[in-house]
T-cell receptor, first 114, second 113 residues
């Protein structure tokens, strides 16, 4: 079956540091890939997505590139802020057919200190 | 404004009681989902529904039940058979299509005492 593996946290950085959160996946076919963010006590929000190989998703300074050859979708940001402190989830959609099941990674807690 | 609404935000129940969590969406999405979130365990799928009057078990369906009588609504009942019901519950909806993202509610924190 499909699966998503993301780096375990927690990750603690100083403001303006470079961020990478690794995400790799296993899937049949050609899934769409997503990063979601969850702030404390809230639901998840879409951060960015990519729907085919070599696509780059970007939003709020975050970027991730869909790499089919390495089955990866790593999240990066050049300069993090305190307000980026949250839990980040990598996810994929099934590749097609009538199955609408989403698959999430376990989440990575990011804390950014001033 | 369109969105997905979960209620209540906090819920307390005594052990042995059934409790129903509400999830309503006005986004005209076909698919709806229920997830459970525990600290350090990410999201685990309880049930999902692709269309009205149809739903499928997820990875941890035991002790839970759902209904999908209307497109807008997907309530989750936590029954007394659920051994450890205290958790944060998230509802989501999504339109059809592989590339579409899910929209999440704000969650319901259930505490069973």
């Amino acid at each position: 079956g499909n699966s998503v593996t993301q780096m375990e946290g927690p990750v603690t950085l100083s403001e303006e540091a470079f961020l990478t959160i690794n995400c790799t996946y296993t899937a049949t076919g050609y899934p769409s890939l997503f990063w979601y963010v969850q702030y404390p006590g809230e639901g998840l929000q879409l951060l960015l997505k990519a729907t085919k190989a070599d696509d780059k998703g970007s939003n709020k300074g975050f970027e991730a590139t869909y790499r089919k050859e390495t089955t990866s979708f790593h999240l990066e940001k050049g300069s993090v802020q305190v307000s980026d402190s949250a839990v980040y989830f990598c996810a994929l959609n099934d590749s097609g057919g009538s199955n609408y099941k989403l698959t999430f990674g376990k989440g990575t807690l990011l804390t950014v200190n001033p | 404004d369109g969105g997905i609404t979960q209620s209540p935000k906090y819920l307390f129940r005594k052990e042995g009681q059934n409790v129903t969590l509400s999830c309503e969406q006005n986004l005209n999405h076909d698919a709806m989902y229920w997830y459970r979130q525990d600290p350090g365990q990410g999201l685990r799928l309880i049930y999902y529904s692709q269309i009205v009057n149809d739903f499928q078990k997820g990875d941890i369906a035991e002790g839970y039940s759902v209904s999908r009588e209307k497109k807008e609504s997907f309530p989750l009942t936590v029954t007394s058979a659920q051994k450890n019901p205290t958790a944060f519950y998230l509802c989501a909806s999504r339109p059809t299509g592989k590339s579409t993202e899910a929209f999440f509610g704000q969650g319901t924190r259930l505490t069973v005492v």
